[in-house]
């Protein structure tokens, strides 16, 4: 049913027409009105699909009507017809610029009053849908952004088990170590993004070890110097996995001419995780007095990320079995943390991690390993 509004002052103009309307339109619902306010007032309350409107009338004009009407946010899509003396030239003129959807000579004939609804209903009818069209599509893209971060997420989190499954066996170690990072970043005041980019890139410090040899990385028994040099390379060869994503990536969108915009940019763009997932890669083994590996680094020389990593890392596998040992007791872990607060761990961040500590307790008991998969034997936690 459409809602249509007549206006005009004529009571006898306004009773012809709703003879012949209700005559002739079942799928119209018609309302007759006077006064012009009253009209405005209906319009706020009512979706009206169009208004047809006498100019002279009581109080404003038809014309000032029609101008309210557009810039009104609520009726602004309503098509107005206007109704003029048939020489009114400049009347004709003024009411198209205001938006006019069509113009009527007076007096009235009923059949051409129809013949000029339908069309502009028709034309409303056509824009209302074009409207839900473009609603839908910009939900729809909403969505894909939505799926898009999340497989994301998922592919993310999915290396970083690959990567822990070859030599840990704990694929939720990976995943204890972004929270835990994320627990104690949010001790230290760090924004909102920064959490949740945390989150993602911790869990894949250790992707390097995909290119550490079977010999080494499965290796029982502790490593030979020799040995050590290679289980080291994982944290360069980490950083380059993650690091070049775009020399990777480019090509295959130019090969196969890519053309969704939003995996596009998703794949072109650098991606902030992945290069806070770089850096954590590469320096998740620095220590804070310098001692570490790959470079050396001492202190606030060391990306703040891998700071934090680090202390997770270090307390989960201080609690997890290993491959090589059992877990230890928390106290007993948080002790030989305690010792080597300054000389491996970053003294801050570990007293943020102590603060922590209720919601690493709730992360370890939600990702808690459900078996050991591995036979307990004897070896260097790497
Ligand atoms: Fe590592
Ligand atoms: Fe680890």
Redesign the pocket.
């Known amino acids: 049913m459409k809602r249509i509004l007549i206006l005009d002052d004529d009571q006898r103009m306004l009773d012809a027409l709703r003879r012949t309307l209700h005559r002739q339109t079942e799928d119209w619902a018609v309302t007759f009105m006077r006064h012009p306010e009253a009209a405005w007032e209906a319009l706020q309350k009512t979706p009206y699909d169009a208004v047809v409107t006498d100019v002279r009338l009581p109080g404003i004009s038809g014309l000032e009507l029609l101008d309210r009407i557009r810039q009104n946010e609520r009726t602004k899509d309503i098509p107005v017809v206007v109704l003029t003396g048939l020489n009114d030239r400049d009347l004709k003129a003024k009411a198209l610029e205001l938006g006019a959807a069509d113009l009527l000579n007076k007096p009235v004939e009923a059949g051409q009053l129809i013949a000029r609804l339908r069309s502009v209903l028709e034309a409303k009818t056509y824009q209302d849908d074009l409207r839900a069209t473009n609603t839908s599509l910009t939900e729809e893209v909403r969505r894909q952004d939505a799926d898009l971060a999340q497989s994301r997420m998922s592919i993310v989190c999915r290396l970083g088990m690959a990567a822990?499954f070859r030599d840990e066996a704990t694929g939720n170690?990976?995943i204890r170590?972004g929270c835990y990072s994320r627990a104690i970043a949010a001790e230290m005041g760090m924004s909102r993004s920064f959490l949740e980019m945390l989150l993602l890139a911790a869990p894949l410090?250790?992707i390097g070890k995909i290119g550490i040899p079977d010999g080494v990385l499965l290796k029982p028994g502790p490593l030979s110097d020799d040995e050590w040099v290679i289980m080291k390379r994982h944290c360069e060869i980490g950083e380059r996995i993650l690091r070049e994503q775009s020399k990777v990536v480019v090509p295959l969108i130019d090969w196969y001419a890519v053309e969704s915009s939003s995996i596009k940019s998703a794949l072109e763009n650098r991606d902030p995780v992945l290069d806070m997932a770089a850096t954590i890669a590469l320096t998740h083994h620095e220590k804070w007095d310098g001692g570490g590996y790959p470079r050396g680094l001492v202190g606030e020389a060391i990306p703040f990320e891998s700071r934090i990593v680090a202390v997770a890392?270090v307390f989960?596998?201080l609690t997890s079995n290993r491959p090589y040992r059992l877990a230890r007791p928390e106290e007993e872990a948080l002790s030989i943390m305690e010792d080597t607060m300054g000389s491996h761990l970053d003294p801050r961040v570990h007293a943020a991690f102590i603060r922590a500590l209720p919601e690493v307790h709730a992360v370890r008991d939600r990702f808690a390993d459900d078996a050991i998969v591995f036979p307990h034997t004897e070896g260097a936690s790497r």
């Open positions: 822990e170690h990976v170590v410090h250790d890392d989960d596998a």
